[in-house]
C-alpha cells in the first residue's frame, strides 16, 4: 500500500479512568488536557492533520472546539482498562483502508495525560528520526529516571529481592548510583510512528530510537502529579 508522504498527530482519550474519574478532561490554566494536546499539534508545521479518538461523544464534542480536524468515535471495546494503543491505531488504520483513504507514512502520537510540551523539542525529534528512520522502527520520548532501576526491589517470600534477577544480597544494591548504568521511562511526551508499523499490528517495534528529555516532567497518572503541573504552570513549583 502507498503512504502519502504525511505526519498525522493522533490524540487517544477514552473516558473511563480509574486514577481520576474523566482524567482527560481536567483543566490547566482554562483548558482541558485534551484541549492542550490538540492546540499544540496545531502549531506544528509538519503535521498535516490533527486526528481525535475517544469513546465519548461529549469528549469528541469538546475536541471539535478546540478545531481539531478529525475526530472519530472508538468502539465501547476499544475503550477498556486493558486496551493497549496498538488495538486503537490498528483500528483507525483499517477504518481509512476500507474507505480507500489516504494514510499518512507516519503518526505522532500525543497522550492527552502530558500537557506540557515545546515546538523546539519536535523539530529536534523530527529531524532526528527522518535522518535516521531507515535504522529505526519509531522514535519514543525518554527521562532518565533520578535513581536507577538497577537498585530497585522487589518482595518473594517477604524477603527483599533484586529487581532484575533472583539475588537476596542487598549489600550489591547499597553501591553509589554512579556504579549502575542509567535507566529510563517513556514520558508520553513526543512518540513518532511508522504506519507500516501499525499495519503488522505493532506500534513501536524492535529498533525504537529514544529522544531524551530534560527538565519539567509533566506527565499525570493522578492527583499528586496533577498538582505539580497545576502549581508549575503557575511558578509556584518547588
Not at 520520548?141 to 533484586?162: G, P
Amino acid at each position: 500500500m502507498k503512504l502519502s508522504n504525511q505526519t498525522w498527530a493522533f490524540i487517544p482519550a477514552r473516558s473511563g479512568s480509574k486514577s481520576i474519574k474523566n482524567k482527560n478532561l481536567l483543566k490547566l490554566n482554562g483548558i482541558h488536557l485534551i484541549g492542550h494536546s490538540i492546540l499544540f499539534a496545531k502549531k506544528l508545521k509538519k503535521i498535516s492533520k490533527v486526528v481525535f479518538s475517544s469513546d465519548s461523544k461529549k469528549y469528541l464534542k469538546i475536541a471539535k472546539k478546540y478545531n481539531c480536524d478529525e475526530t472519530t468515535l472508538r468502539k465501547k471495546s476499544l475503550a477498556k482498562d486493558n486496551t493497549e494503543d496498538i488495538e486503537v491505531f490498528y483500528d483507525y488504520v483499517m477504518q481509512l483502508i476500507i474507505k480507500k483513504k489516504v494514510l499518512p507514512k507516519y503518526f505522532l502520537h500525543l497522550r492527552p495525560t502530558t500537557p506540557i510540551r515545546t515546538v523546539s523539542n519536535f523539530k529536534k525529534e523530527y529531524k532526528l528520526f527522518l535522518k535516521n528512520e531507515k535504522k529505526y522502527s519509531s522514535l519514543r520520548s525518554v527521562f532518565e529516571l533520578s535513581e536507577t532501576s538497577y537498585k530497585s526491589m522487589r518482595v518473594i517470600n517477604n524477603k527483599l529481592c533484586s529487581l532484575l534477577k533472583r539475588d537476596f544480597d542487598m549489600d550489591k544494591l547499597n553501591k553509589p548510583r554512579q556504579n549502575f548504568p542509567a535507566t529510563y521511562v517513556a514520558n508520553g511526551e513526543l512518540d513518532l510512528i511508522k504506519t507500516e508499523n501499525i499495519l503488522k499490528k505493532k506500534l513501536n517495534g524492535k529498533k525504537v530510537l529514544p529522544f531524551i528529555t530534560s527538565g519539567f516532567n509533566s506527565d499525570i497518572d493522578n492527583m499528586n502529579d496533577f498538582k505539580k503541573v497545576f502549581f508549575y504552570l503557575n511558578k509556584d513549583y518547588k
